[in-house]
């Protein structure tokens, strides 16, 4: 059993920049790949980056270049540094933690770009 508190969501303007954490508890965080997913209103979740075990990463073209993520085994957090902010990466962004066949949610933090 994973607990994910995300943090740092809030108000920015477009091309501003915005740094996400999330912090986990209750497992041995260094085997989970840990990833970031947003939604915005009225859409679906997507996928926006990820971070696996290993340290590999992936990221989903619309944020390529703009957004890292990051990882820090001894702290047991994740962090998403956002760049050069858009209008449409507005959402409530959610940190997630996958093992195998188990994933895990944080509660989310809501993220506006706008001006």
């Known amino acids: 059993q994973v607990q994910l508190v995300e943090s740092g969501g809030g108000l920015v303007q477009p091309g501003g920049s915005l740094r996400l954490s999330c912090a986990a508890s209750?497992?041995?965080?260094?085997?989970?790949?840990m990833g970031w997913y947003r939604q915005a209103p009225g859409k679906q979740r997507e996928f926006v980056l990820s971070?696996?075990?290993?340290?590999?990463?992936k990221s989903a073209q619309s944020v390529k270049g703009r957004f890292t993520i990051s990882r820090d085994n001894a702290k047991s957090t994740v962090s998403l540094e956002m760049n050069s902010l858009k209008p449409e990466d507005t959402g409530v962004y959610y940190c997630?933690?996958?093992?195998?066949?188990?994933?895990?949610w944080g509660q989310g933090t809501q993220v506006t770009v706008s001006s």
């Open positions: 971070i696996s075990s290993a340290g590999g990463t």
């Open positions: 997630n933690a996958e093992y195998i066949n188990s994933q895990w």
């Open positions: 209750g497992s041995i965080f260094s085997i989970y790949t």
